[in-house]
């Protein structure tokens, strides 16, 4: 009888801890919250016209996607901040400021989307600066930049095609991104590497702060007997290191090593394309929450896991 009142008291308290955690546990899916918000960060640029075409789009794109949503855009460059203030007499908050608002609004729900090209050290310091925030909100998330999985490599390419797709046998496009110390750089020879197996052998990747160095793309370009360049910035927006890092400097040097080269001004968030992949990662990240690889780790070591 009292192993009987024992599983009886036992199964009691598992249905009230149960119902505790459906009362009390927040849902991690944020299609479901009343009070949600998405904010888009950006490094940003003072440069008007890239801006509405590629930032400023971005939000409208999502706008459009989430309208049950509030999005709002975030820039992470204080500098930049002040200039368009200054110049422009525009507001835009940094990413702790934008989640303050949200708190004081009543915003219970918040996922945060990087326009980041990669996993690098702007992605990173983002994460840090959310994680500051994460006892303010119910749920808060952060998803993932433009290039995280393999197939994010693959829709990039394949979203870039009009940029290869005529080129001729001594022709090439060159896509130069702004690169960095971290480790996360690599990510520029690996998308190189997705288009030269699956779309265009002409297409390459350099960087101007990082690697492949210019020099790096010019052993290719010879070796290939390429003549022509297609020179496109490989940054979400077209601003200062597109008009003169890429556009005068790169552009000089390549006419100097006697290649023809054609700058496009084009930054990647002004392809749609480009922006669905932003969408797309949103959307996982509003319904879906990341693994836990040190609660596995726990579960490994405690044998709960096979």
């Given at each position: ?8 008291m036992m199964l009691v308290m598992g249905i009230t801890l149960l119902a505790k955690g459906a009362v009390h546990g927040p ?280």
């Open positions: 009888m009292k192993k009987v009142l024992v599983v009886l849902s991690k899916d944020l299609f479901k919250a009343e009070k949600k918000a998405i904010v888009l960060v950006s490094f940003g640029t003072t440069y008007p016209e890239t801006r509405e075409k590629t930032i400023m789009a971005l939000e409208k794109e999502f706008k459009d996607s989430y309208p049950d949503f509030k999005v709002v855009t975030a820039f992470t460059s204080r500098i930049i901040m002040r200039r368009i203030k200054k110049n422009e007499g525009i507001t835009f908050n940094n990413p702790s400021e934008a989640l303050d608002i949200l708190k004081k609004e009543g915003y219970t729900h918040v996922l945060v989307q990087g326009t980041h090209i990669m996993n690098g050290l702007e992605s990173e310091i983002l994460k840090k600066e959310v994680a500051l925030h994460e006892n303010d909100f119910k749920v808060l998330k952060v998803s993932d930049p433009l290039l995280t999985l393999v197939d994010d490599y693959k829709a990039a390419a394949s979203a870039l095609a009009p940029t290869y797709k005529d080129l001729k046998k001594d022709e090439a496009t060159v896509f130069i991104g702004h690169g960095t110390h971290h480790p996360g750089n690599s990510a520029y020879s690996m998308i190189e590497n997705v288009f030269h197996e699956y779309y265009s052998e002409n297409v390459f990747f350099g960087t101007v702060e990082g690697y492949p160095t210019l020099d790096s793309v010019v052993k290719q370009l010879k070796a290939k007997k390429i003549k022509h360049i297609n020179l496109y910035p490989f940054m979400i927006v077209a601003g200062e290191h597109a008009h003169n890092d890429i556009a005068i400097d790169m552009k000089e040097e390549l006419e100097k090593k006697g290649f023809t080269v054609k700058v496009h001004l084009v930054g990647l968030g002004a392809n749609k394309e480009v922006r669905k992949i932003y969408v797309d990662h949103a959307e996982f990240g509003l319904t879906h929450e990341k693994e836990n690889m040190l609660a596995k780790k726990k579960e490994y070591a405690n044998g709960m896991q096979p």
